[in-house]
């Protein structure tokens, strides 16, 4: 099996955050040495004119100090998230090394600029035409709900925890899915089948209510390679040279199509 790596992985972001974080509490820690020196100006200090400056600009510094934590917290949350769907990714992308046979490409992290912006965790290109694999690492029990636009989670450790609603991933899935159809549209290859799935490492979270009418199978990572084998294979799509033609026009659709933007 071919691996092509068309973006850069969130590794990057996660770096960009990481470094914009440091910069955001270096500035916290700066403005609240700074305040704390201005209340004790403020102490010491008995002209009233005098005070209530100080007093207004101890004002202002608090007010900033809040920006700085909540942007603190923001940022925070952000690593957070992306390091998980980096991890999630890396595992389904192991996964798929180790079992896909030769006959197959794995395209990861695929970006094109379309009607707007589409990122793609990963392509199967092979004999059954196109697999979109949309990958989330989420914790907890996830309550599966195809048709409405929010899940429900609860912790896994607490099974009388209130539930609480999420955003429906399969919708995220379902706009790639058409985006990726346009694409291939545009590059007169919109007769091949396009598949999509929505994968979850298995150690990460319990599923709860699959196999209830969502248009795209949810599936553990581990469930991956019995789905792909299960699809109708086509035999002009079990030449590799015809493979690779493909995932050549697409590549090359893809970049002239984010070179305009």
């Known amino acids: 099996m071919e691996i092509i790596d068309f973006k850069q992985s969130n590794l990057n972001r996660v770096y960009k955050y990481n470094e914009e974080l440091k910069?955001?509490?270096?500035n916290f820690k700066q403005l609240k040495s700074r305040l704390l020196k201005k209340q004790l100006l403020k102490i010491i200090t008995f002209n009233k004119s005098?005070?209530?400056?100080?007093?207004e600009n101890i004002c202002y510094d608090k007010t900033e100090l809040d920006k700085l934590e909540q942007q603190i917290f923001r940022l925070t949350e952000k690593i957070t998230a992306l390091e998980k769907g980096v991890a999630?990714?890396?595992?389904?992308?192991?996964?798929?090394?180790?079992?896909?046979?030769?006959?197959?490409?794995?395209?990861?992290?695929?970006?094109?600029?379309?009607?707007?912006?589409c990122e793609i965790d990963h392509i199967i290109v092979g004999p059954a035409g196109f697999v979109i694999v949309e990958t989330k690492h989420l914790g907890g029990k996830l309550f599966v709900h195809p048709c409405h636009y929010k899940w429900l989670r609860a912790p896994l450790?607490?099974?009388d925890a209130i539930k609480k609603p999420m955003k429906n991933p399969l919708k995220q899935l379902e706009r790639n899915v058409a985006e990726f159809k346009s694409l291939l549209s545009e590059a007169e290859m919109g007769e091949l089948p396009v598949q999509g799935v929505l994968v979850f490492p298995r150690n990460s979270c319990l599923l709860s209510n699959r196999g209830c009418g969502e248009e795209f199978p949810?599936?553990?990572?581990?469930e991956l390679i019995e789905y792909i084998d299960s699809l109708e294979k086509l035999d002009h799509l079990s030449d590799i040279s015809r493979l690779n033609c493909l995932v050549d026009n697409l590549i090359d659709l893809?970049?002239?199509?984010?070179?305009?933007?």
């Not at 910069?23 to 270096?26: C, E, R």
């Not at 992308?93 to 695929?110: T, V």
């Not at 949810?218 to 581990?222: I, S, T």
């Open 50 to 55: 005098k005070k209530r400056q100080i007093q």
């Open 157 to 159: 450790n607490n099974p």
């Open 88 to 117: 999630g990714e890396k595992l389904v992308r192991e996964h798929l090394k180790e079992q896909l046979s030769d006959s197959y490409y794995l395209i990861n992290n695929f970006y094109f600029f379309n009607n707007s912006p």
């Open 218 to 222: 949810v599936l553990y990572h581990d």
């Open 254 to 261: 893809a970049n002239q199509k984010n070179k305009r933007t």
């Open 23 to 26: 910069k955001t509490q270096s």
